[in-house]
């Protein structure tokens, strides 16, 4: 009888241990993507030295949506950030200070730097921007 108890025992210690370790796993996966420890494809950009064109947005802002209206129109390609998190690590990476971007931004990175930024533009500075780092545009 004693062996068949401790064996009955030894089976839901293994079991209790088994969804022990499953849980810890899970736990560090999901604290490990809450806090984005892996790292982001932006910040991948910038160390493979890319070129590219940011545009910091957030979902309330009017400009924002015209911004991103005229980017697409003129098929120019941008990765659009509004992420808190996202916008802080492009800062810290790029080190950039906190004044000198605001909501919307236009970045244009090369080389592990940022080259260029244009900060709450209207659309006359929109357009001499664009035309200045994309050539001719269209609906000036």
């Not at 949506?65 to 916008?87: A, G, V």
């Not at 200045?132 to 000036?140: A, Q």
Request: aromatic fraction near 6%; hydrophobic fraction near 40%; charged fraction near 30%.
């Amino acid at each position: 009888m004693r062996d068949t108890e401790l064996i009955s025992l030894s089976k839901k210690i293994g079991f209790t241990l088994l969804l022990l370790i499953i849980g810890i796993i899970l736990m560090i996966i999901m604290y490990r993507n809450k806090f984005q420890l892996k790292e982001s494809n932006i910040i991948k950009k910038i160390n493979n030295n890319d070129t590219f064109l940011i545009l910091i947005t957030d979902n309330k802002c009017s400009n924002c949506i015209e911004i991103k209206n005229i980017l697409d129109e003129n098929n120019i390609d941008y990765i659009k950030i509004s992420n808190n998190n996202e916008i802080k690590k492009v800062k810290d990476k790029l080190i950039i200070e906190e004044k000198d971007i605001e909501i919307p931004s236009l970045l244009i990175v090369s080389e592990k730097e940022l080259k260029v930024s244009l900060v709450n533009p209207n659309n006359e500075e929109l357009y001499l921007f664009l035309d200045n780092y994309f050539g001719s545009l269209e609906g000036e």
